[in-house]
């Protein structure tokens, strides 16, 4: 019988084939496991009157949830509901692609209240993530 060899790669310049094929692998794991997550991007934007962006949230929906990954908002637009407005576009979205459940997560405190004012209630922490910060992890139901 003979001995498999492995190596170890650490790097911070990760080979673009090379992730794409670990998350192919890890897809096509998961889709066995639990069946296909019909993963499928989605995006809100604000935008001015000659086309610049303002504010936006992308993040995608895929096992009936909608991830918000990234939400960000003008400085000239904070505190207008913006980020609300935006959430709840994804969310009707999302619900028109079957989604139940919506999750996102800040360490920001503003943005927190924000998304607790959107109706996400906080099911998970992490402290000093980063340093000083409390990342929280909220959910909706939708």
Known sequence: MSSLKIALEVTD?????????????????????????GKSPIAVFVRDEAGAILAGVSGYTAWGWLF???LWV???LRGKNVAGQMLAAAEKEAVARGCH??????FNPVALKAYQRAGYTPFGVL???????TRTFLQKKL
Not at 101 to 106: L, P
Not at 127 to 133: A, M
């Open 127 to 133: 402290e000093d993530f980063p340093k000083g910060r």
């Open 74 to 76: 003008d400085e000239s």
């Open 101 to 106: 459940g919506a999750w996102i997560d800040t």
């Open 68 to 70: 918000t990954q990234w």
């Open 13 to 37: 310049t990760p080979d673009e084939a090379a992730l794409k094929f670990v998350g192919d692998q890890l897809a096509a794991f998961n889709d066995a496991d639990v069946g296909a997550s």
